[in-house]
């Protein structure tokens, strides 16, 4: 447990909400979930799943049809067998899964630095150790399968990409998606993909690690596209020989995920959820697409434009030595809250910070003018 660190935006939040309480006004850009509530549609299957008495345990591996329309919402050449897909609570269950059936003592997995802190915390769980590879702006915070040639080791065992990235937002391109994948594979080792941010894809079409084999584990889920955060829903497609191994986990850890948010899931793949969706993402590109440069317009260097997720992670080192005193400043007297850099990583934390577009363009707005006004910048 020693080495489980807190999320230390959790004291940002806290103390926001302890400033709400005192009346002060606060612009969240801290909260790394969408702030649309669930679709309506949604909604509706989970109360219906609920009156008709959908309240026991599922299969381990989730609802068929759950498992089969999971299956069918990837395109041609993607398109796994159901019997590849298990639904998990989250896409954090999905990733103890997969940490648990792969990892023994001792063994490591690369990963990207910046990035998602859970992720180093699972492996460890599961006695394995995270080794945490410096990337930026020259590999759009990305691995690159020269990385992973380079930082493999005897003890690797998997390489874990996010694409689009928590707190980046950037996107692996297929071609090197493609090489980073074989790259793993040659090595002996097994590619994981956290796709939960695919269909939050702004620049060009949105391309599944299954595009490119099966012998990829890709972890998505029903919280960031889907905005069904609370619902606790999220699902693997696994390589097919490991999918008893994942059922006998499944049943040992958690038996199921929620049984009235697998049914309510299944209404997301209809015709008028979807085009719901389509709008709020399109919603979520305008914001990013004024945020952007309104925070280069500050001071902040921000040197990638992100291609996907709702985060800008953005380089504050004009203004602070230390981005968690920083992020309290600006809480305390400009009233905005944003995270540290520490949250994500061991590599340069100190001079980053992430800001979070999950708010109203307004908010936003309002946002960015109480930032200036405070570090004495014009705002525009």
């Known amino acids: 447990m020693a080495g489980i660190a807190p999320f230390h935006v959790m004291q940002v939040m806290g103390r926001a909400r302890e400033l709400e309480a005192q009346g002060r006004s606060i612009i969240h850009m801290e909260i790394g979930e969408p702030d649309f509530p669930t679709a309506p549609g949604i909604v509706r299957a989970g109360i219906l799943a609920l009156e008709a008495g959908h309240t026991h345990y599922t299969p381990a591996l989730g609802l068929p049809q759950l498992r089969a329309c999971i299956a069918a919402s990837y395109p041609d050449g993607a398109r796994p067998d159901p019997g590849r897909v298990v639904v998990t609570p989250g896409a954090?269950?999905?990733?103890?899964?997969?940490?648990?059936?792969?990892?023994?003592?001792?063994?490591?997995?690369?990963?990207?630095?910046?990035?998602?802190?859970?992720?180093?915390?699972?492996?460890?769980?599961?006695?394995?150790?995270?080794?945490?590879?410096?990337?930026?702006?020259?590999?759009?915070?990305?691995?690159?399968?020269?990385?992973?040639?380079?930082?493999?080791?005897?003890?690797?065992?998997?390489?874990?990409?996010?694409?689009?990235?928590?707190?980046?937002?950037?996107?692996?391109?297929?071609?090197?998606?493609?090489?980073?994948?074989?790259?793993?594979?040659?090595?002996?080792?097994?590619?994981?993909?956290?796709?939960?941010?695919?269909?939050?894809?702004?620049?060009?079409?949105?391309?599944?690690?299954?595009?490119?084999?099966?012998?990829?584990?890709?972890?998505?889920?029903?919280?960031?596209?889907?905005?069904?955060?609370?619902?606790?829903?999220?699902?693997?497609?696994?390589?097919?020989?490991?999918?008893?191994?994942?059922?006998?986990?499944?049943?040992?850890?958690?038996?199921?995920?929620?049984?009235?948010?697998?049914?309510?899931?299944?209404?997301?793949?209809?015709?008028?959820?979807?085009?719901?969706?389509?709008?709020?993402?399109?919603?979520?590109?305008?914001r990013r697409d004024y945020l952007l440069p309104a925070l280069r317009g500050l001071g902040f260097a921000i040197r990638t434009m992100p291609q996907g997720a709702f985060y800008l992670y953005a380089d504050c080192s004009r203004f602070t030595r230390d981005s968690q005193a920083f992020a309290f400043d600006l809480l305390e007297h400009a009233a905005v809250a944003i995270t540290p850099g520490l949250d994500f990583g061991e590599f340069r934390p100190q001079q980053h910070v992430r800001f979070s577009y999950t708010n109203t363009i307004e908010n936003l707005r309002e946002g960015v003018r109480r930032i200036g006004s405070h570090l004495g910048v014009d705002s525009g």
């Open 92 to 286: 954090s269950g999905a990733l103890q899964l997969v940490f648990g059936v792969l990892i023994e003592a001792g063994d490591e997995v690369l990963m990207a630095d910046p990035g998602y802190p859970c992720n180093r915390h699972f492996v460890r769980l599961f006695g394995g150790e995270a080794r945490l590879v410096p990337v930026d702006e020259s590999t759009g915070y990305q691995l690159t399968a020269e990385l992973v040639r380079r930082h493999w080791s005897g003890r690797t065992r998997a390489v874990l990409l996010a694409s689009p990235s928590n707190p980046t937002g950037t996107v692996v391109p297929p071609a090197a998606m493609a090489e980073i994948i074989d790259t793993t594979l040659r090595l002996g080792g097994r590619p994981i993909i956290d796709e939960i941010y695919l269909g939050l894809t702004y620049d060009g079409e949105a391309v599944s690690a299954l595009a490119h084999s099966d012998e990829v584990f890709v972890i998505n889920s029903f919280s960031k596209y889907y905005g069904m955060t609370g619902w606790r829903v999220g699902w693997l497609v696994a390589p097919l020989d490991y999918v008893p191994q994942l059922e006998r986990l499944a049943q040992n850890i958690f038996l199921a995920a929620s049984t009235p948010g697998q049914h309510a899931a299944l209404a997301a793949f209809g015709t008028e959820v979807d085009s719901e969706l389509v709008r709020r993402r399109e919603t979520f590109r305008q």
